[in-house]
């Protein structure tokens, strides 16, 4: 490997462990517009402004995040 070569792969093995893993939250006879509106509800009520992040989607507690999905029903299931 040359050394122009070295930068992209520092990146990409940087991406690859920086990403997030999802969550799944399941509800029984959920539609598609409704988990839409709970989750950025949920995401809204989880935001936190003070913490560090490249994107503002890192800047959610996922611990908050957790509990109110599960306040309104859904089963939550940690990434494998």
Same mark, same amino acid.
Request: proline residues 6%; hydrophobic residues 35%.
């Given at each position: %490997?040359?050394?122009?070569?070295? $930068? @992209? +792969?520092?990146?990409? @093995? !940087?991406? +690859? ?6 969550? #799944?939250?399941?509800?029984? /006879? +959920?539609?598609? #517009? *409704? ?13 936190? $402004?003070? @913490?560090?992040? !490249? ?10 995040? /957790?509990?109110? %999905? ?6 939550? *299931?940690?990434?494998?």
């Amino acid at each position: %490997m040359t050394w122009r070569g070295v $930068p @992209a +792969v520092l990146t990409i @093995a !940087l991406l +690859v462990g920086c990403a997030e893993r999802e969550w #799944t939250y399941e509800k029984k /006879n +959920v539609t598609p #517009t *409704r988990y839409d509106r709970d989750i950025a509800s949920c995401r809204q009520e989880a935001f936190d $402004p003070k @913490a560090f992040a !490249l994107f503002p989607s890192g800047r959610v507690d996922r611990d908050v995040l /957790n509990r109110c %999905m599960e306040r309104k029903g859904y089963t939550v *299931r940690r990434p494998t």
